[in-house]
């Protein structure tokens, strides 16, 4: 069967620290995974999209890894602030059965920056 | 842009009563996508429309659920009858390519 898998329901990481996130995933195909922050009471928000033959993406102090061999993503804060501290999702691009792509999201981990 | 705008925020309904969650899409977005989200099964894709017609309903529940999309800046999602099983947040979320935006979604309690 098909799965998403985020590495934990919660971290809890030092402020200062490098916050990682692992995304796993079986029996998918992705053209491309994205990342997305949420925080409580509102939707998710597009943070980062990587594509099948890319290895890494970087936006300030973002950083994702893509393994199509691994089927995982890793996602990494550098320097971790207290304002990091929300539900991170990871979701994959995938060709539904009418042809089109569309997002199947994991089910998130919950990220505490500890001051 | 104000973003995808849903309404209501919360509704709160009894069961077997019709509900109507609302979802108005960013100006030229092409793609919109009705997700509902539990603790349980975390952010499911219900249906998804490309320029106002759906293309995939596969996660529709049942046929209690329906969804619409009369023109490019308005949608509806209706549960009728509501049972307390659908007691969820819907999201609204519109693309024009990869990314998605989200609304705020609605928190629905069904009683």
């Known amino acids: 069967s098909q799965k998403i898998e985020q590495n934990s329901e919660a971290l809890n990481i030092q402020e200062g620290k490098t916050a990682t996130l692992t995304c796993n995933y079986t029996?998918?195909?992705?053209?491309?995974l994205q990342w997305y922050r949420q925080d409580p009471g509102r939707g998710p928000v597009f943070l980062l999209l990587?594509?099948?033959?890319?290895k890494e993406k970087r936006k300030e102090r973002l950083k994702v890894t893509f393994d199509t061999t691994l089927k995982q993503s890793l996602f990494h804060i550098t320097a971790s602030q207290p304002a990091d501290s929300a539900t991170y999702l990871c979701?994959?691009?995938?060709?539904?059965?009418?042809?089109?792509?569309?997002?199947?999201f994991g089910t998130g981990t919950r990220l505490t920056i500890i001051p | 842009d104000a973003g995808v705008i849903q309404s209501p925020r919360h509704e709160v309904t009894e069961m077997g009563q019709e509900v109507t969650l609302r979802c108005k899409p960013i100006?030229?977005?092409?793609?919109l996508f009705w997700y509902r989200q539990t603790m349980m099964r975390g952010l499911e894709l219900l249906i998804y429309?490309?320029?106002?017609?759906?293309?995939?309903d596969s996660g529709m529940p049942e046929d209690r659920f329906s969804a619409k999309m009369p023109n490019a800046s308005f949608s509806t999602l209706k549960i009728q009858p509501s049972e307390p099983r659908d007691s969820a947040v819907y999201f609204c979320?519109?693309?024009?390519?990869?990314?998605?935006?989200f609304g705020s979604g609605t928190r629905l309690t069904v009683v």
């Open positions: 979320a519109s693309s024009q390519t990869t990314d998605y935006t």
């Open positions: 029996n998918y195909s992705p053209a491309y």
């Open positions: 990587i594509r099948e033959n890319e």
């Open positions: 979701a994959l691009g995938v060709i539904s059965n009418f042809g089109n792509e569309k997002l199947t």
């Open positions: 100006s030229g977005h092409d793609y």
């Open positions: 429309f490309n320029n106002n017609v759906p293309i995939d």
